[in-house]
T-cell receptor, first 115, second 113 residues
Framework: EPEVTQTPSHQVTQMGQEVILRCVPISNHLYFYWYRQILGQKVEFLVSFYNNEISEKSEIFDDQFSVERPDGSNFTLKIRSTKLEDSAMYFC?????????????FGPGTRLTVL | GNSVTQMEGPVTLSEEAFLTINCTYTATGYPSLFWYVQYPGEGLQLLLKATKADDKGSNKGFEATYRKETTSFHLEKGSVQVSDSAVYFCALNSGGSNYKLTFGKGTLLTVNP
């Protein structure tokens, strides 16, 4: 069964450093998302991406964040200069068209720890 | 804006007990409603969904009914197993062009043998 994969599973970085979180969505999906969950809090929407551009972003997704689909398979989230409060679990999701158009399929997440 | 309120956990039950996890929502329009489950060390998996009022979603013995009059989507299972131990998330999307999800805070369920 196709699945969304994410790497790394855990990333530890120093405050101020850049990090890139990687995702491989399901191959025939067209819509891509990043969410995050700070420990003990809700899963929050960050950004959606379609047709090689951002379709919607939340207020959390400021200038420090960017997303890219550098090739036909990867979808990345970059944080330019990490802050302590960026420590969270980051989930990638993808969505197709057709019968499951309404369903998002999630990866296992990347736990980001900013020291 | 959209919001989801979920029963606070953690919830601890004995095997074969009845489970209810409450979920209520606030949304514009006609949202689709979802329950996701996260097993230890894994990602979010869709457990069940309902896309219109009075729909019942069901999977693996779990059920939830979309109640528009009470804006609720409570998760139930008649007899839980140890393997059901996980975090359960209620979520909605309001459609539009993005179908972004709004989640509740999650409820940790622990089932003891």
């Amino acid at each position: 069964e196709p699945e969304v994969t994410q790497t790394p599973s855990h990333q530890v970085t120093q405050m101020g450093q850049e990090v890139i979180l990687r995702c491989v969505p399901i191959s025939n999906h067209l819509y891509f998302y990043w969410y995050r969950q700070i420990l003990g809090q809700k899963v929050e929407f960050l950004v959606s991406f379609y047709n090689n551009e951002i379709s919607e972003k939340s207020e959390i997704f400021d200038d420090q964040f960017s997303v890219e689909r550098p090739d036909g398979s990867n979808f990345t989230l970059k944080i330019r200069s990490t802050k302590l409060e960026d420590s969270a679990m980051y989930f990638c999701a993808s969505r197709g068209a057709g019968g499951t158009y309404n369903e998002q399929f999630f990866g296992p997440g990347t736990r980001l720890t900013v020291l | 804006g959209n919001s989801v309120t979920q029963m606070e956990g953690p919830v601890t039950l004995s095997e074969e007990a009845f489970l209810t996890i409450n979920c209520t929502y606030t949304a514009t329009g006609y949202p689709s409603l979802f329950w996701y489950v996260q097993y230890p060390g894994e990602g979010l998996q869709l457990l069940l969904k309902a896309t219109k009022a009075d729909d019942k979603g069901s999977n693996k013995g779990f059920e939830a009914t979309y109640r528009k009059e009470t804006t609720s989507f409570h998760l139930e299972k008649g007899s839980v197993q140890v393997s059901d131990s996980a975090v359960y998330f209620c979520a909605l999307n309001s459609g539009g062009s993005n179908y972004k999800l709004t989640f509740g805070k999650g409820t940790l369920l622990t089932v003891n043998p």
